[in-house]
């Protein structure tokens, strides 16, 4: 199936850095892909989806300011977060849909973990 | 979007037959029942897709009564490295988001 690569894996910053996470399709060109951000022992929460050449579409309640979506190309979208505070540690996964495959389905990104001191 | 109900979380042991159900009772027409797995610190993966009756694939079957406001997912013989949360969603195929509830958290043991 389609593989969708997220970069880090993992990240540590602190307080008031800002910190960029990429996600690619590495055999398939993405124009909508999705990122979520899941707590401990919690469901994935849907932040935002990201629309190739054009501005995100942001969840009620997920500051667009705080997280900067970026979708320059048909397989690449990034996530900032910007001014990290410890309460923005969290799972950080990236999905995309390959619009030649005949189920729709996603395919989610190995996420990022991001710790925030 | 349809909203989901699954149980909370499920006990087995290996060799076993599991079967979770999700209760979809607003579905639409025009969605599908899907099914992903997800083991910690990884991203969901991709289990079964569909949209009435009976599918099956190499590692699940998935079973959805007439009136499609439910769902079954049935693992066939788990093994331990089956223990993962297991999330039912409902959406038109290649619908412009995904909303997931709060999953079957399944624990297999020995």
């Known amino acids: 199936g389609a593989v969708v690569s997220q970069h880090p894996s993992r990240v540590i910053c602190k307080s008031g850095t800002s910190v960029k996470i990429e996600c690619r399709s590495l055999?398939?060109?993405?124009?909508?892909m999705f990122w979520y951000r899941q707590f401990p022992k919690q469901s994935l929460m849907l932040m935002a989806t990201?629309?190739?050449?054009?501005?995100?579409?942001?969840e009620q309640g997920v500051e667009k300011d705080k997280f900067l979506i970026n979708h320059a190309s048909l397989t690449l979208s990034t996530l900032t977060v910007t001014s990290a505070h410890p309460e923005d540690s969290s799972f950080y996964i990236c999905s995309a849909r390959d619009p030649t495959g005949n189920l729709g389905e996603q395919y989610f990104g190995p996420g990022t973990r991001l710790t925030v001191t | 979007l349809a909203k989901t109900t699954q149980p909370i979380s499920m006990d087995s042991y290996e060799g076993q037959e599991v079967n979770i159900t999700c209760s979809h009772n607003?579905?639409?027409?025009?969605?599908?029942i899907t099914w992903y797995q997800q083991f910690p610190s990884q991203g969901p993966r991709f289990i079964i897709q569909g949209y009435k009756t009976k599918v099956t694939n190499e590692v699940a079957s998935l079973f959805i009564p007439a009136d499609r406001k439910s769902s079954t997912l049935s693992l066939p013989r788990v093994s331990l490295s089956d223990t993962a949360v297991y999330y039912c969603l409902v959406g038109e195929t290649g619908g412009f988001k995904t909303i997931f509830g709060a999953g079957t958290r399944l624990f297999v043991k020995a």
């Open positions: 055999d398939f060109q993405a124009t909508t």
């Open positions: 990201s629309n190739e050449g054009s501005k995100a579409t942001y």
């Open positions: 607003n579905i639409a027409t025009n969605d599908y």
